[in-house]
């Protein structure tokens, strides 16, 4: 090893498994342990929980399930939240979740890689501290237990469209999109009839906007 590196890493022993990720999964499995008495650490790269729902979805958002199948273990949503609760209250919810379940995630430890190690039996994760001024501080955390909960849409996907660089106008990806007020009396073409294209269409039809929307299946 070059011996900055050894002079930057500092090995972190932790009793019980590591989960990597503090949004609502990785929050309902350090619940689920803590209530069987089994001590855990959650790792986050970003600086909140529930980091998706905070910083990568739009203002409209509501639930798009009824909040009787999304609500995490233990801890139903308030009796006065609707049926289908807002971006907000969805956050206000699993804020007040990992308090009442006292889980403290340590936030801005990237996961840079996470390694079995054979010989020992453990897990050996590199974790860069992005909270550090120069972005280098390497941590590894070891466990005999990973757990990952890292998300399904942890990264944006945009298609490779040909062509598409020399689209003049601007494109996004929904997670940077919070409202159709931007894109007021223009014309907006919406790739994908999910719940998220759906859903901004819908938006961008309220705020004046006229989006136009392609899809693949028939
Ligand atoms: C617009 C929209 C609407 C939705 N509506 C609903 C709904 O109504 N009901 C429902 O149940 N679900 C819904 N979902 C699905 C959504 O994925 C879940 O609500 C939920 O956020 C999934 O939780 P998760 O913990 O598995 O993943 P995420 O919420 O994505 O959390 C993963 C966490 O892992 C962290 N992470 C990722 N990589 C690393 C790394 N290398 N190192 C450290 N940390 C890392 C991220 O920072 C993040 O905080 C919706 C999603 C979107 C985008």
Known sequence: ?????????????????????????????????????????????????????????????????????????????????????????????????????NIRPRFNQSVQSARFDPLCSLWRLRTLDLSSPDSKSTVEYISRWLIVASGENAEPLLPDIPGLEQFAGPVLHTSEYKSGEDFRGQRVLVVGCGNSGMEVSLDLCNQAAVPYMVVRNS
């Open 1 to 101: 090893m070059e011996s900055k590196e050894a002079e930057l890493l500092r090995c972190v022993w932790v009793n019980g498994p590591i989960i990597v990720g503090a949004g609502p999964s990785g929050l309902a499995t350090a619940a689920s342990l803590g209530q069987l008495g089994v001590p855990c650490v959650v790792l986050d790269r970003s600086d909140r929980i529930a980091s998706l729902w905070h910083y990568r979805t739009y203002d409209r958002l509501k639930l798009h399930l009824p909040k009787q199948f999304c609500q995490l273990p233990f801890l139903p949503f308030p009796p006065h939240f609707p049926d289908y609760p807002s971006k907000h209250q969805f956050l206000s919810y699993v804020n007040s979740y990992a308090s009442r379940f």
